[in-house]
C-alpha cells in the first residue's frame, strides 16, 4: 500500500521540556494504525504536532506530497486530516446539528457530506435538535467523530475513542472505525485497550519516552504479545 501521511525526525517541546524525541511513523492507504505506549510516552502529543497544534522544532510531516510542518493549525484540516481529541470537546450549548455545522463549514462541505455522515451514525438523525452537552457519552463520541467526518478527510486522528464508553458502545465505535476503510478513510489511534488494537489495526507503533521504537504489523503483534508487556506494561 502507498504512503498517505509520513512523519520523519519529529522533535517537539513543551517549554524547555523535550517531549518527542526524533518521531518517524507512517500511515497507508486505507489502513489504521495504532499508537500504543504507556501513560506519558508521546502518543497524544504525536496526535496534536500532526494537526499544527504543538510545533515541530524539526523534523517533517507530509500528507502525500504536501508538507504540513508550517502550517498554522486551522490550515491543516483543509488538507484532509481531521482530529477527534481525547474527552470529545464539542461545544455543549450546541445542538447536535450546529456541531455537524461547524465540520461541514470547516471545508465548505454541504448537505450531501452531511446525510453521509449519518448514514454512519443514524443514532444522531433523532438527535439533531438536543443540545450535545445532554447526549450520554457514547453518543457525543459518535458526535465528534461525525463532526470530524464532515471535513471529508484523508486521514482521521483518534485519541482513545473508546475511553469510559460502555462495552456496546465501544463495539460500535469500534465498527465504526473498521468501516471508514471502505470509505477511503485511513486511521491513526491512540487506544489503550490492547484488545480493541488487536481487532482494528493493521500495524502498531510502540512510543516509548517520546521516541517511536518499532512498528510491527497486527499478525506479528498477535504471534509475540511481549511487546506490548514491553512498552505498554500489559499482557
Known amino acids: 500500500m502507498a504512503e498517505l501521511l509520513t512523519v520523519a525526525g519529529l522533535d517537539c517541546f513543551y517549554g524547555e521540556v523535550q517531549v518527542l524525541q526524533g518521531v518517524g511513523l507512517s500511515l ?5 494504525l495504532c499508537l500504543l505506549g504507556r501513560n506519558g510516552a508521546g502518543k497524544t502529543t504525536t496526535l496534536k504536532a500532526i494537526m499544527g497544534l504543538v510545533p515541530a522544532a524539526a523534523g517533517s510531516i507530509r500528507l502525500e506530497a504536501r508538507e504540513l510542518t508550517a502550517l498554522p493549525a486551522h490550515d491543516v484540516p483543509k488538507t ?10 464539542l461545544f455543549a450549548e450546541m445542538t447536535v446539528a450546529e456541531n455537524l455545522q461547524i465540520g461541514l463549514m ?12 449519518l448514514e454512519l451514525f443514524p443514532l444522531l438523525r433523532a438527535r439533531l435538535k438536543q443540545r450535545s ?7 457525543q463520541q459518535m458526535l465528534a467523530m461525525a463532526r470530524a467526518l464532515c471535513l471529508e478527510p484523508k486521514v482521521l486522528l483518534l485519541d482513545e475513542p473508546t475511553e469510559g464508553l460502555m462495552p456496546s458502545m465501544i463495539d460500535r465505535i469500534r465498527e465504526t472505525v473498521a468501516g471508514l476503510r471502505g470509505r477511503g478513510v485511513s486511521t491513526i489511534l491512540v487506544e489503550q485497550r490492547v484488545e480493541a488494537v488487536l481487532s482494528l489495526a493493521d500495524r502498531v507503533t510502540f512510543i516509548e519516552n517520546g521516541r517511536s521504537r518499532e512498528t510491527v504489523g497486527i499478525d506479528a503483534l498477535r504471534a509475540d504479545p511481549s511487546l506490548v508487556k514491553r512498552y505498554v506494561g500489559v499482557g
Open 80 to 89: 484532509g486530516v481531521a482530529y477527534v481529541p481525547q474527552g470529545r470537546r
Open 28 to 32: 497507508r492507504v486505507g489502513e489504521v
Open 106 to 117: 470547516a471545508r465548505g462541505r454541504g448537505e450531501a457530506t452531511k446525510e453521509a455522515v
Open 133 to 139: 452537552g445532554t447526549l450520554s457519552g457514547g453518543e
